[in-house]
């Protein structure tokens, strides 16, 4: 009994657990094949914008006042201030008697290129303490049509501003009628200052 035992036991230490490679080719697996494409691979559409987005403006930063100076006047050519002075005082000294009542007339029709208190049409009775009184009867009587001369003089006056101009004038009125020289022409000096108003400049006063 002991014998037969001993004879099993070495058997079952000799015996290779590992199996034996198949002998047969059914046995063996079938690999699978990849198929492979030959067509060729889609393109990749990429959008890619014309302009770029433009970036925000940074916001300004609070708290900062600004250090830049005011802008100064603009600086308006005095010859315009000149041209103002001779074509509103030409019309305001040249009188057609035969049309109208009185040297306040032509007063009137310079009023757009008067300022201040020029510019109140109740100053056209007394706008000249020289005013011509009983040669303007004269002058009416023959109706005659008082032409003004007005001259920019060189005289000395105060230096101009960028709002006001200062002038000397002389005024020259000559009555003319029926094509001849009537008596009595005369000549006045007046001290006169332009200012700049929004609308231009004006005349604004008028000394003799």
Known sequence: MGVLLAVVLA??????????????????????????????????????????PTPPAPPPAPGRASTLPPAPPPVVPAVSAVEVIGTGLTTMFTWDTTRDVSPADAYLRALPLLGGTLADP??????????PGLQWDAWKSQGALVTAAVVVTNDEHPPDTPTAVYRVVSITQTPRAAAAVVQGTQTLTAWVTAALTPDGWRIDTLRF
Do not use: F, H, K, Y
């Open 122 to 131: 109740g100053r056209a009775g007394s706008r000249n303490p020289r005013g």
């Open 11 to 52: 058997a079952g230490c000799s015996s290779d657990p590992t199996p034996p490679p198949p002998t047969s080719p059914a046995q063996m697996p079938t690999p699978v094949a990849t198929p492979v494409s030959t067509q060729p691979p889609e393109p990749v559409l990429t959008t890619i914008p014309t302009t770029p």
